[in-house]
């Protein structure tokens, strides 16, 4: 067995043989491809720790995780989290939208060779999908690891979730800074920030947390702004 499946058993995340196959299958092609193209800057030795035990620990909470939930990956880049955890949870329904069309290709292939029937790819951008009849307030799970400032992922996330549901946020500690313009920008949004979650592991360096933002009610259609206006102008906390 590789080290995916070592890890992943070594910190009880949940992943039959046929998913640490899938995800081992995964980590080959991330590897070959990358020689090719600028996928990941981390070394091929370290992807098992760094890449997949980080985007699949998530999953021993499993309250978080319903079965069929209809899952979006915003910015998935070579496909963490979204499509490590369509190969770990094929009862996910998964999309990845990614911006950029070479890294789409790449995530197009890992689908096919995988046969992975659960993942959609979708080149664009989510200010734009987020308005989207089918994407709006059409999802269990947003989620994002390592795009932007908690106040900028909820503006990426929270329109594309229903009510009831959850944005996903992957954060290291500097998220602890971002608590009060977060909370600011999930309530303009509709959306709560609740306590975050520690997905510290000894095989990971530095503090690792999950910060999960429930949908309270429908975002107002003023959300999401413009290409590139949530990044530039994020929403803050009034101040007084």
């Given at each position: 067995?590789?080290?995916?499946?070592?890890?992943?058993?070594?910190?009880?995340?949940?992943?039959?043989?046929?998913?640490?196959?899938?995800?081992?299958?995964?980590?080959?092609?991330?590897t070959?491809?990358?020689?090719?193209?600028?996928?990941?800057?981390?070394?091929?030795?370290?992807?098992?720790?760094?890449?997949?035990?980080?985007?699949?620990?998530?999953?021993?909470?499993?309250?978080?995780?319903p079965?069929?939930?209809?899952?979006?990956?915003?910015?998935t880049?070579?496909?963490?989290?979204?499509?490590?955890?369509?190969?770990?949870?094929?009862?996910?329904?998964?999309?990845?939208?990614?911006?950029?069309g070479?890294?789409?290709?790449f995530?197009?292939?890992?689908?096919?060779?995988?046969?992975?029937?659960?993942?959609?790819?979708?080149?664009?951008?989510?200010?734009?999908l987020?308005?989207?009849?089918?994407?709006?307030?059409?999802?269990?799970l947003?989620?994002?690891?390592?795009?932007?400032?908690?106040?900028?992922?909820?503006?990426?996330?929270?329109?594309?979730v229903?009510?009831?549901?959850?944005?996903?946020?992957?954060?290291?500690?500097?998220?602890?800074?971002?608590?009060?313009?977060?909370?600011?920008?999930?309530?303009?949004?509709?959306?709560?920030?609740?306590?975050?979650?520690?997905?510290?592991?000894?095989?990971?360096?530095?503090?690792?947390?999950?910060?999960?933002?429930?949908?309270?009610?429908?975002?107002?259609?003023?959300?999401?702004?413009?290409?590139?206006?949530?990044?530039?102008?994020?929403?803050?906390?009034?101040?007084?």
């Amino acid at each position: 067995m590789g080290d995916i499946g070592t890890l992943l058993k070594k910190w009880d995340v949940p992943c039959g043989e046929a998913g640490i196959r899938d995800l081992e299958a995964f980590a080959a092609l991330l590897t070959d491809w990358n020689t090719r193209m600028d996928l990941t800057s981390v070394p091929a030795q370290e992807m098992a720790a760094r890449h997949f035990l980080d985007s699949l620990l998530p999953l021993r909470e499993a309250a978080l995780f319903p079965r069929g939930a209809r899952l979006i990956d915003v910015g998935t880049g070579a496909g963490f989290p979204g499509l490590a955890l369509a190969a770990a949870r094929r009862d996910l329904q998964v999309t990845l939208l990614e911006a950029q069309g070479k890294r789409c290709q790449f995530l197009n292939a890992v689908r096919d060779a995988l046969k992975l029937e659960n993942v959609t790819v979708i080149q664009d951008r989510a200010e734009v999908l987020g308005r989207a009849p089918g994407h709006r307030e059409s999802y269990d799970l947003a989620v994002a690891r390592a795009v932007a400032g908690l106040n900028v992922l909820c503006e990426y996330l929270l329109p594309f979730v229903r009510t009831g549901g959850f944005a996903l946020c992957w954060k290291g500690p500097a998220v602890l800074e971002e608590m009060t313009d977060g909370r600011a920008a999930a309530q303009a949004l509709g959306g709560r920030v609740e306590t975050p979650l520690e997905m510290t592991c000894g095989d990971l360096e530095g503090r690792r947390l999950l910060v999960p933002v429930r949908k309270m009610e429908e975002t107002s259609h003023q959300y999401p702004r413009k290409n590139g206006i949530p990044a530039k102008r994020p929403i803050q906390c009034a101040k007084s």
